[in-house]
């Protein structure tokens, strides 16, 4: 016993020393989701009301309601904070900068348009894009190091993202890019290059002159977040982007956006979060959990964890609920039950992707009574070889699983995983599932510890051998 107390001892100074998150694995599985909610309480505002219309906005969709917006929330921000109101009508603006203790409030049969105008987008901010830090373009709503903050309502939000707006900049003729348009490749490999390189993310400035889209909402260092009611569509990138974030509620939100890379909700580096009650219909995936990607993600080495996600509707996207694959940080304690999966355009229900060169440790899933209509490929997808695959130095750790109660329709593959020799898939549990119509057998390639328990597939239990 004293030896192995000295081991303990030696082993968490280690990780102290070269400042990698502790590992943690959860001994109690269910039972510590109690626990999580109890600690994401959505913040609360005085009972005051600034009208955006009283700071000389215009809903007739044509006048820059930028200042107005700006005024009414400097005002509410100063004087203790409030509500401030977006009433009936379009309103069209520049991004929106979201300061402590305002709720924006965006009533129903409003609509807050944001402007085609990148030039709008300017001065450059500090964000994080695809997992790095960087200056870049404003969210069309930021804030950063801010709390009790808010956006809620039962309007809607169009980012204007098209084919003609934004979205060419992917660089594919799909979303209107033809030869003669400028795209994001050399800029996102530059900004990838100064990453590797250490170069300060005060230094890495792109913004006008270059092409690399914001995304719709990105809180920033921010704490005690709600996000209620309101509907969010066609975002230039990412829709909902809470990084390093604590205590955050996305709650009856609706995200309708199919251009690239149109993510629903990416929690990234963020601790203490719900996503309850919401519908995703989206070009990418439909809530992805980050971390950082890459020697940037290391560098700020903060993990995503306590991610809960409930009752929510997931119809097209790259995945339903999916972990990666900026995931350097790691990503643990992250609970989704009672959802429900169905398109003929949904590639996956449950996603894990990393590889070598992203890293991470991702521990402590647990999946429950999720109903999966149709999807692409398959309902429970596990993938170290997403993008560089094993040519890389950053072996990552996949432990924990556990997957019940759920049952789809149709799709090719149940249950697909690949991962490393020398790093398999750790403790994984599918239990009490059913999978019917799946044309084709499962791939299950470095698995140690699994546990399969009254698992159907086409109406035949589930056999390892």
Same mark, same amino acid.
């Given at each position: 016993?004293?030896?192995?107390?000295?081991?303990?001892?030696?082993?968490?100074?280690?990780?102290?020393?070269?400042?990698?998150?502790?590992?943690?694995?959860?001994?109690?599985?269910?039972?510590?989701?109690?626990?999580?909610?109890?600690?994401?309480?959505?913040?609360?505002? %005085?009972?005051?009301?600034?009208?955006? /219309? @009283?700071?000389?906005?215009?809903?007739?969709?044509?006048?820059?309601?930028?200042?107005?917006?700006?005024?009414?929330?400097?005002?509410? =921000?100063?004087?203790?904070?409030?509500?401030? +109101?977006?009433?009936?009508?379009?309103?069209?603006?520049?991004?929106?900068?979201?300061?402590?203790?305002?709720? +924006?409030?965006?009533?129903?049969?409003?609509?807050?348009?944001?402007?085609?105008?990148?030039?709008?987008?300017?001065?450059?901010?500090?964000?994080?894009?695809?997992?790095?830090?960087?200056?870049?373009?404003?969210?069309?709503?930021?804030?950063?190091?801010?709390?009790?903050?808010?956006?809620?309502?039962?309007?809607?939000?169009?980012?204007?993202?098209?084919?003609?707006?934004?979205?060419?900049?992917?660089?594919?003729?799909?979303?209107?890019?033809?030869?003669? +348009?400028?795209?994001?490749?050399?800029?996102?490999?530059?900004?990838?290059?100064?990453?590797?390189?250490?170069?300060?993310?005060?230094?890495?400035?792109? #913004?006008?002159?270059?092409?690399?889209? %914001?995304?719709?909402?990105? +809180?920033?260092?921010?704490?005690?977040?709600?996000?209620?009611?309101?509907?969010?569509?066609?975002?230039?990138?990412?829709?909902?982007?809470?990084?390093?974030? =604590?205590?955050?509620?996305?709650?009856?939100?609706?995200?309708?956006?199919?251009?690239?890379?149109?993510?629903?909700?990416?929690?990234?580096?963020?601790?203490?979060?719900?996503?309850?009650?919401?519908?995703?219909?989206? #070009?990418?995936?439909?809530?992805?959990?980050?971390?950082?990607?890459?020697?940037?993600?290391? &560098?700020?080495?903060?993990?995503?964890?306590?991610?809960?996600?409930?009752?929510?509707?997931?119809?097209?996207?790259?995945?339903?609920?999916?972990?990666?694959?900026?995931?350097?940080?790691?990503? &643990?304690?992250?609970?989704?039950?009672?959802?429900?999966?169905?398109?003929?355009?949904?590639?996956?229900?449950?996603?894990?992707?990393?590889?070598?060169?992203?890293?991470? /440790?991702?521990?402590?899933?647990?999946? &429950?009574?999720?109903?999966?209509?149709?999807?692409?490929? @398959?309902?429970?997808?596990?993938?170290?070889?997403?993008?560089?695959?094993?040519?890389?130095?950053?072996?990552?750790?996949? &432990?924990?699983?556990?997957?019940?109660?759920?049952?789809?329709?149709?799709?090719?593959?149940?249950?697909?995983?690949?991962?490393?020799? =020398?790093?398999?898939? /750790? #403790?994984?549990?599918?239990?009490?599932?059913?999978? =019917?119509?799946?044309?084709?057998?499962?791939?299950?390639?470095?698995?140690?510890?699994?546990?399969?328990? @009254?698992?159907?597939?086409?109406?035949?239990?589930? @056999?390892?051998?």
């Amino acid at each position: 016993m004293k030896h192995r107390i000295i081991q303990v001892i030696i082993l968490l100074c280690f990780y102290q020393i070269v400042g990698c998150n502790q590992p943690t694995v959860s001994t109690s599985g269910w039972t510590d989701l109690e626990n999580i909610l109890e600690k994401i309480v959505p913040p609360t505002f %005085p009972d005051k009301y600034y009208d955006i /219309t @009283s700071f000389g906005a215009v809903g007739d969709g044509k006048y820059d309601c930028t200042d107005a917006f700006k005024n009414a929330i400097d005002e509410c =921000n100063k004087n203790g904070g409030g509500n401030v +109101l977006v009433p009936e009508g379009t309103f069209l603006t520049g991004p929106i900068l979201l300061k402590s203790n305002v709720n +924006l409030h965006v009533s129903e049969n409003a609509v807050v348009l944001f402007s085609k105008e990148y030039s709008k987008y300017l001065p450059v901010v500090f964000t994080r894009w695809e997992g790095v830090e960087c200056m870049n373009y404003s969210p069309m709503i930021y804030a950063y190091e801010q709390e009790n903050i808010a956006v809620s309502g039962k309007g809607i939000l169009d980012g204007q993202g098209s084919n003609d707006n934004w979205w060419s900049w992917k660089g594919k003729k799909d979303y209107g890019w033809i030869d003669e +348009l400028p795209h994001q490749k050399n800029d996102r490999n530059k900004l990838f290059r100064f990453a590797e390189n250490n170069v300060p993310p005060e230094e890495r400035v792109f #913004g006008e002159g270059h092409y690399l889209r %914001p995304n719709f909402v990105q +809180l920033y260092k921010c704490k005690n977040i709600l996000i209620e009611g309101v509907t969010f569509k066609n975002s230039p990138m990412w829709f909902i982007h809470p990084v390093l974030c =604590n205590n955050v509620t996305v709650k009856d939100v609706t995200v309708e956006g199919l251009g690239p890379n149109n993510d629903g909700c990416n929690p990234e580096s963020s601790k203490n979060v719900l996503i309850k009650d919401c519908f995703f219909n989206t #070009g990418d995936d439909c809530v992805a959990i980050k971390s950082g990607r890459n020697n940037d993600g290391r &560098r700020v080495n903060v993990s995503s964890e306590n991610i809960v996600v409930q009752d929510c509707i997931m119809k097209e996207g790259h995945g339903g609920v999916v972990i990666g694959s900026e995931i350097s940080g790691g990503v &643990r304690n992250v609970f989704a039950e009672n959802c429900q999966m169905d398109s003929p355009n949904l590639d996956r229900a449950i996603r894990i992707k990393t590889n070598a060169v992203r890293g991470g /440790t991702v521990e402590n899933i647990y999946v &429950r009574n999720i109903n999966v209509g149709q999807v692409k490929e @398959s309902v429970l997808k596990i993938n170290f070889y997403y993008e560089e695959g094993e040519d890389g130095d950053f072996i990552p750790t996949v &432990r924990n699983i556990h997957m019940e109660n759920v049952e789809s329709q149709t799709s090719p593959y149940a249950i697909w995983i690949k991962a490393f020799d =020398n790093s398999p898939v /750790t #403790g994984l549990t599918i239990k009490n599932c059913k999978f =019917n119509n799946v044309e084709k057998k499962s791939i299950i390639q470095n698995v140690k510890e699994l546990t399969v328990e @009254s698992v159907l597939i086409n109406g035949e239990e589930f @056999s390892l051998d």
